[in-house]
């Protein structure tokens, strides 16, 4: 799956995440600009995860800060798996 | 996405802080308290109980208080056995150990108390550790190292996810008691990873229990390891007052089991019970049971005279959850929204509208003269405020009647019902 793709199914994925509409770039931030809770987060995650069929651990999303970085580790763990 | 202590991109810096002044990253928290403090609650964290009258009664500043926010969940800590025992040890074996267990720290009390736990949940091995929170700590960062998976419950308790923090192990949470949710990272764990499952027979801040009869099945059919954690449910919950392990038939198939002293025991530390015939080499790789000193040797004689009157507390425990039925019924048709549709444990959390409102609640309630715990985010789930009322086996059908009229008024005067 090239990253396009995995941007574009994380995109539709967000959106009921995405309470106050934030326009989403490689460098929107979770916690600062779309304002994620820690239940947000396990939600959100979540259905990434049953999306792709991968696990992303604490430790490996304590450090995703923004979407870009999202989209890639999801790309590496999907070529990995 | 990380969890840890919020960093707002321009941190405000109290004024008057010095330059590297390594406290400025709780400066959100000192103004949410002081704020609280100037709405002119009494400080629902600084509470000191000025005497100890019983297991449900204490003078808090100045009045009579009944007390219905402590883990003493049988009432042992008056126990006149119990006491007689710690007396008899503090005076044959002086005040403290002054040692690990691995050197110097195990006495006869010891041993004698790990004997108690091994007859008491009739397992092989028993291990006893200074607290609770160190017995997660140490079982959980030795089991599941670099590599390995720990599978938990998003709700799990702060010493377990210190645990898997110190063992370094790849930590992935599920859903609060959600079987499926479990069910598919376990399948998602690549097959020869190391998986310890973690769960919680009684999750505290609710008072709700685990489905660990489904739960330890799917766990095992995918080749993982289980720890339970019986901290809320010891000495209650159960024909023998095992835990919900005991309780839901799945006892047998978990790997190790956590408790503690410091709630139906009634005294301080904490112990791992397994049937795994490796067990005992844990006494020299646990980091959190070697480097600490061991249990005075009176709150050992305490702890163990306790367990062996808890394995015959069958009325107790029915007294128990007669109160729980009561007090929970009461305070539904009162009108107050509860952390569980049906009582499930001794712990009942009324659930407030917010941490301002719930805190006039709370000292409402303590004017009436009953304690309660305050519960506020981050330790509770869904960022909700609770007062917390967990029950004792001491409690008399005449104080549960009481309580519901405090509440009653307290509610009233809150404007909560």
């Known amino acids: 799956m090239d990253r396009a793709e995995i941007d574009r199914r994380i995109r ?26 820690s239940l947000t987060v396990m939600d959100f995650v979540a259905a990434i995860e049953d999306e792709f069929d991968i696990i992303i ?21 999907v070529d990995a798996g | 996405m990380s969890e840890g202590i919020s960093q707002p991109d321009a941190p405000v810096v109290r004024e008057g802080r010095a330059k590297g002044d390594l406290f400025a990253k709780f ?37 009579e208080t009944i007390l219905l926010g402590t883990y003493n969940y049988m009432g042992m800590t008056f126990d006149p056995d119990v006491i007689e025992a710690g007396k008899q040890a503090l005076e044959e074996f002086g005040s403290g150990t002054t ?19 091994k007859e008491f949940y009739g397992m092989d091995h028993a291990m006893v550790f200074s607290t609770g929170y160190q017995a997660n700590l140490g079982i ?25 923090a110190m063992g370094r192990a790849e930590i992935v949470p599920f859903r609060h008691n959600d079987i499926e949710a479990l069910e598919k990272r376990l399948k998602r764990i690549p097959a020869e990873a190391g998986k310890l499952v973690v769960l919680e027979g009684v999750y505290s801040m609710l008072g709700d229990v685990a489905p660990l009869k489904e739960m330890v099945r799917v766990s095992k059919e995918a080749g993982a390891m289980v720890l339970v954690d019986e901290a ?29 002293f410091s709630k139906s025991v009634g005294t301080v530390g904490g112990f791992c019970v397994s049937n795994h015939p490796d067990f005992e080499i844990m ?45 929970h019924k009461g305070l539904k048709d009162l009108g107050f929204q509860l952390g569980t549709d049906e009582p499930q444990s001794a712990i009942i959390a009324v659930i407030m509208p917010d941490l301002t409102r719930g805190a006039q609640m709370w000292e409402a309630l303590l004017k009436e ?42 509610g009233k005067a809150t404007g909560i019902i």
């Open chain 1, 12 to 37: 539709d994925l967000i959106e009921p995440f995405n309470k106050n509409g934030v326009t989403i770039t490689d460098a929107t931030t979770f916690q600062g600009d779309l304002e994620f809770d």
């Open chain 1, 57 to 77: 651990s604490m430790n490996q999303q304590a450090e995703i800060e923004t979407y870009g970085q999202l989209v890639d580790a999801v790309k590496k763990l």
């Open chain 2, 232 to 260: 809320h449910s010891m000495g209650f919950i159960g024909e023998h007052g095992r835990g919900v392990a005991e309780a839901q038939g799945v006892l047998n198939d978990v790997d190790f089991v956590i408790g503690t």
């Open chain 2, 283 to 327: 006494r020299l790789v646990c980091r959190p049971y070697v480097f600490t000193a061991s249990l005075p040797p009176s709150v050992v004689a305490t702890a163990a005279t306790s367990i062996r009157k808890l394995m015959h507390g069958s009325n107790k425990r029915a007294h128990l959850w007669e109160n729980s039925r009561t007090l």
């Open chain 2, 369 to 410: 003269g009953l304690y309660v715990n305050l519960a506020r985010p981050p330790a509770t789930p869904a960022n909700m405020t609770l007062l917390r009322c967990s029950l004792c086996a001491e409690h008399s059908e005449d104080e549960v009647t009481t309580i519901l009229g405090m509440f009653e008024r307290a």
């Open chain 2, 27 to 63: 400066d959100d928290l000192i103004a949410m308290r002081e704020g609280l403090l100037a709405s002119g609650v009494e400080d629902p964290f600084n509470l000191v109980m000025e005497k100890v009258l019983s297991p449900t009664r204490a003078i808090c500043n100045g009045r």
């Open chain 2, 99 to 117: 040692g690990s267990r691995v050197l110097n720290g195990t006495y006869q009390g010891h041993k004698e108390c790990e004997d108690a736990l």
């Open chain 2, 140 to 164: 959980i960062s030795t089991m599941a190292g670099k590599g390995d998976y720990v599978v938990l419950d998003i709700d799990s308790h702060a010493s377990i996810y210190d645990g898997c």
